[in-house]
Structure formats: C-alpha cells, structure tokens
C-alpha cells in the first residue's frame, strides 16, 4: 500500500511561482513513474509532468519551459516547481505513483489547490 501526500498549493498572482511537494509512504519500491496531473472545474484530468525511475520527464505542451518536475529518491518526493504562473494553471494539482510488482498499478494522491488570480 503507498500514501500520497500533496502540499504546497496556494493561491498566487499570475507571473509568479509555486513549488508543489509529494511525498509518498508504504511500500515505496518497485516504482517506475511518478508525476503531476491537474484538474480544473469542468475539464478533464490531465497530464502536467512525470518522470520515470530512469530520469525521462515529459511535459504538457502548456508548460514546457515554466514548469520543472524532479524526484529525490532517498526522501520519496516528487516535486513541481512552477515559475510564470497564468490563469489558466488554475487547478486541483495531484501527485501520482506507478509501481510495477506482478502487474502495473497507480497510486493518487487526494490533490492539492492553485489558483492563479490577481
């Protein structure tokens, strides 16, 4: 069983930065993906960033250049640093898990909200 524990969420002005952290606990192995996926009122969940246990990170189109995703293995975090904030980042922001044991299987976290308003 793994936990995942989002923070960092906050309401910002547009232009400027936010750092989202997960940390996950339980059985933190067999893990081959984390990442970050926002969801705002009435769209669709989707991808903003992962990076897999061999260091390959993908990015939405929409925040390519402003946001950053890393991984401390030895803390179990993923973090997402978002610099250039717009309004359209307004969102519910959740941290996944992807482990792989017998069969691939994803953990979520419960979210956390930014909203990016002057």
């Known amino acids: 069983q793994v936990q995942l524990v989002e923070s960092g969420g906050g309401l910002v002005q547009p232009g400027g930065s936010l750092r989202l952290s997960c940390a996950a606990s339980?059985?933190?192995?067999?893990?081959?993906?984390m990442g970050w996926y926002r969801q705002a009122p009435g769209k669709e969940r989707e991808l903003v960033a992962t990076?897999?246990?061999?260091?390959?990170?993908n990015y939405a189109d929409s925040v390519k250049g402003r946001f950053t995703i890393s991984r401390n293995n030895a803390k179990n975090t993923v973090d997402l640093q978002m610099n250039s904030l717009k309004p359209e980042d307004t969102a519910v922001y959740y941290c996944?898990?992807?482990?792989?044991?017998?069969?691939?299987?994803?953990?979520w976290g419960r979210g956390t909200q930014v909203t990016v308003s002057s």
């Open positions: 339980g059985s933190i192995f067999s893990i081959i993906a």
């Open positions: 996944k898990l992807r482990r792989i044991m017998q069969y691939q299987y994803d953990y």
């Open positions: 990076i897999t246990s061999g260091g390959s990170i």
